[in-house]
């Protein structure tokens, strides 16, 4: 659980916002705020990471967010090997622990996982030498730990005082890594209120335990809201029996500008991207003035730049101990 | 239509030859010509675009396109992404302009984009910010102008001035975006002559706003010719009606020695490659004293870097300006 | 023959361990040393190669060899290009030749071969400019000569003086590029004694001219070995006639701690990966104290960085000459 932190209660690296302290959070919020600037300047590097080798072991595909993960580490000089795990070592027959040991063996330095099962992170966590650190690029439903901290970044930059804020999370909550890594964060960084809004058919069953209000009905749930995220609708969950069709949702939880005159006239509205334009919001909404979307791209490689010098930096001097 | 120039005629974005006046081409055969020394170093490095983001934007598979461009940044110390947007976000409905705006957000600086729709790259540029390049490198049956300007660049090495020349044309004409952006550049920078050779199936209906001279003849159109540019037979056109086979291409518009003996005795030899030997023209033409197309290949990383450099800094300096 | 070697016999290409002397096997090792300490530092770069293109051309797909190439590239601040040709030009119908052209013109400077014809990396070098170098990164059943180094430079680690050691070679020799290579190495070396270990079926004809001892059982084959080789067997083969099952395999030559006991008790226990855990030896052997596996891989860095500083340097000096 606290495979995170060193004993120093600092950050090794990052799987889950669960067992970070805000102390840490505002850390990571803090050091993304002086890379925001590098990613602003004409010569958007710095040598922070000069002779690191950081992996991307991709074992589902995701241009997007391994874009995001080769521009920060590349911005931070590292070399970037981009491995895609299914089309390699896998199809030989070799075993995840083998793929482990041969990376670290290349004396690489750190892992950015992606995979579709819940706790693939920490597993390669658990099992990797103490100088590697493994950052988590989304694992299974379980969590997205630097979408939810470029999530808070955006807030903060907006709305600086956490305690002070009412901020809704609309759409599929029930399989949303993103959602539970947000509530977490929210939940850590002291935010007023946390209102979940969806079908009951989308609200996870332990929903009780995360300290939120639900709502099943879009004006409630935004009425007065500071901060409104919406959660992109994945196409796949459609099928099923859970949602009868995108035009059915659009009508029940669509953002409209008509609709988004119950929360508060300075709501930022948010989404993690891609959008499906007419379905989770229209695009006068996803294109107007409260809309801070691109802001939230944008962060995301500040964010990462962060986290990824923060974790090594920590599990580098951790690794140069006698263990 | 002046998309590609700022308001003091300068390049900014690269996306096709129509429209650019013999000023600017012959600045970026000028500028080239500083690069070419460059690729023939030891170290072929210059700091000029570090810490620069160039994303290759690719609709449509390349990997020989995508490499002189890749080198070519790399060769200008930028960073580099490769995005193949089939399998990427268009998968997930983002749309293009979603696409663009995300791509924006990262901070990048210049988008190469290659898409087989006509068109597409003026598209990108009209959507894009200020700050940002864009660079054609082929877009459906509208232009090519890198691999124009890389023809000119070697016509003018062997043959520097343009208005003695007489320049034959040879192949598709109808379907080739090559074609059409060196017929534009051989305009704008004055040659005496230019000729195209074809069966009339392959001539464009447009052929007499074009200025130039018809032939369908081989013997006849390169007659006297300082310069023989031998279009690409694409396989996938030979299916169809307008051309019955490679061997019968071959017979009536195949470049042999002997065919070439009514061409000047100093004529060149060029072909954007790949060649089909044995179609276009056989191996003695291909591999003879006259061809020039390996040093077409040489000499198109130079004039990418001269592009690159030119419309980058102009667009940065735009960039810069309030809006 | 002598390809591979200047006239002074310094490195050029690096296609196959036949045709090289001690001397020049032991540069290589020698040479190896001091980038296995480059590997091993914080920052692990040095700019031997800064400004050199090299180009991955890996005509059959191998993430594990492109990965170590690509690595051993980057730190040394080369610029890399990874290539798969079954993608890319042949798909166009353009030759090898005139691949190998199109990259020479881009000023390019190594060519690193995967390719499942035996001789096809020769076949580039005999064909390429002076100033390019080859390596051979895996050709058919022929050859794999930085496999071989790797597991020279790990064994020399382990046990300095080549001429005491007896080394086994245990598993499928027939259609082994590994085992042609590290015969030849150690050969060259001054092996005190090579066996090879197989069934009937997957020993070579030619066997008898390679210099080693054939055993048929395990027992015998290492019985006192210094170093003891265990070959990957291909899921492929044994579809076949060749070897009934991987079951049975295991029964005949897997390896055991209990098996191992007829060996020397220091010996070393290796294995070019990755491996089938139960078919060529159990996860007891795999991980345990004698096991130098993971050595290999780390070595094997270092060693593609000193073939590839070694090459490039003589090969762009005899480039430099008038030829």
Redesign the interface.
Known sequence: MNLQVDENGRLRHFLSIDGLNRDILTDILDTAESFAGV???????VPLL????IVNLFFE?S??TR??F??AA??LSA?V?N??VN???TT????LL?TL??L????TDMFVVRHNDSGAAHFIAAHSQPHISVINAGDGRHAHPTQAMLDMFTIRRHKPDFKELSVAIVGDILHSRVARSQILALNALGAGEIRVVAPRTLIPAEIDSLGVQVHHHLASGIRDADVIIMLRLQ?ERMQGALLPSAHEYFQLYGLTEERLQVAKTDAIIMHP?????GVEMDSQVADGARSVI??Q??Y??AVRMAVMTMAMSNA?QAGDQPS
Chains 1, 2, 3 share one sequence.
Do not use: F, Y
């Not at 990613?39 to 590097?45: G, L, R």
């Not at 670290?104 to 004396?107: C, D, L, S």
């Not at 991207?273 to 334009?277: C, W």
């Open positions: 990613t602003e300047q004409s010569i958007k590097k000069r002779g690191k080798t595909p241009t997007r874009t995001t080769e521009l590349k911005r070399d090997l491995i895609n089309a390699s070592a030989k027959g070799e075993t083998d040991r041969n670290e063996a290349m004396h196409n991207g891609p959008i499906n334009r691109l802001q791209v944008s995301g490689i580098q």
